[in-house]
C-alpha cells in the first residue's frame, strides 16, 4: 500500500508551486521592462502573488507541524539527510522571499496594497541605497531557491524513474492509494 501525504498537504504544496511558476518569471520580466502603466501593473499582480504565497506557506508549515508527513520511502541515509536539508531550505526560501520583497517595496517607497484592498504597513522609511540592496537580495534569495527547486525535481524524478519507488504519487492528488 502506497502511503501519500494527506491531501491539505497536497492542495498547498501544488498550489504554492503553481503561484512560485507564475510569480518568478513575472519578476524577472517585470524589472527589465521600461517605466509605464502596464509595468506597474505587473508589480502590483507580482506583490499580491508574493504576498499571497508568504501566507499560504505559514497556513502549510502550521499544518505540517500538525500532520506527520508519511514515513520516507527506502533510502541511504546520507540521502534522507539531504532530502530532509532541501526541505528546510526550500520552506525558509519561501518565508524570506516575500519578506525581501516586502522590504524592498517599502525602501523603495512602493507600498504593498494587496489585491489592492489591504494596505501592508512599510517595514522600513524610504531610502533608495538599502532599496536597491534589498532588491540584490531578493534576487539572490530566488536563484537560490531555483537552484534548490531543481535539485528537488531531479531527486524526485530519479525516486520515480531509477528506484521506481512511487515517490511522486505520495504528492499526486491523482493518485490511486
Ligand atoms: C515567493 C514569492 C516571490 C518570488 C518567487 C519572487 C521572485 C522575484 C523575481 C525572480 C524577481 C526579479 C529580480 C530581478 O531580476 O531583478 C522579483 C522582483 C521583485 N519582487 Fe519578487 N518575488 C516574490 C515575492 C515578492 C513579494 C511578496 C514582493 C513585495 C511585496 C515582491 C516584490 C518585488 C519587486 C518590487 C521586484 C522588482 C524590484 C525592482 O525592479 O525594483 N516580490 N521577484
Ligand atoms: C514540478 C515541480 C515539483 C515536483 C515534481 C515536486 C515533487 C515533490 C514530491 C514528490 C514531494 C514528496 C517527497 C517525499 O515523498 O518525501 C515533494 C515535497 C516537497 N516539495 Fe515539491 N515538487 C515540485 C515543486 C516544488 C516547489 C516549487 C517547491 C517550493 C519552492 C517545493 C517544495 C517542497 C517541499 C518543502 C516538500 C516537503 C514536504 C514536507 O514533507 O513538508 N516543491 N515535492
Not at 497556513?59 to 532541501?86: C, F, N, T, Y
Amino acid at each position: 500500500m502506497m502511503e501519500r501525504y494527506n491531501p491539505v498537504s497536497i492542495a498547498l504544496h501544488w498550489l504554492i508551486a503553481l503561484l512560485i511558476f507564475g510569480a518568478f518569471p513575472l519578476g524577472l520580466y517585470m524589472a527589465d521592462l521600461p517605466l509605464s502603466p502596464q509595468k506597474l501593473q505587473y508589480y502590483s499582480w507580482h506583490k499580491w502573488a508574493g504576498v499571497t504565497i508568504f501566507l499560504l506557506v505559514l497556513i502549510r508549515i502550521l499544518w505540517r507541524i500538525g500532520h506527520k508527513p508519511p514515513a520516507p520511502v527506502p533510502m541511504p541515509r546520507w540521502q534522507r539527510q539531504a532530502s530532509d536539508a532541501v526541505h528546510y531550505m526550500l520552506y525558509a526560501f519561501m518565508i524570506v522571499i516575500p519578506l525581501s520583497g516586502w522590504l524592498l517595496s517599502s525602501a523603495k517607497g512602493m507600498q504593498t496594497v494587496w489585491f489592492g484592498v489591504l494596505p501592508l504597513p512599510d517595514l522600513v522609511g524610504k531610502n533608495k541605497e538599502l532599496g536597491e540592496t534589498l532588491h540584490e537580495l531578493h534576487e539572490m534569495l530566488n536563484y537560490g531557491m531555483l537552484l534548490l527547486f531543481g535539485l528537488h525535481v531531479a531527486a524526485a524524478l530519479k525516486h520515480q524513474f531509477i528506484d521506481k519507488d512511487h515517490l511522486l504519487s505520495r504528492m499526486n492528488p491523482f493518485a490511486r492509494t
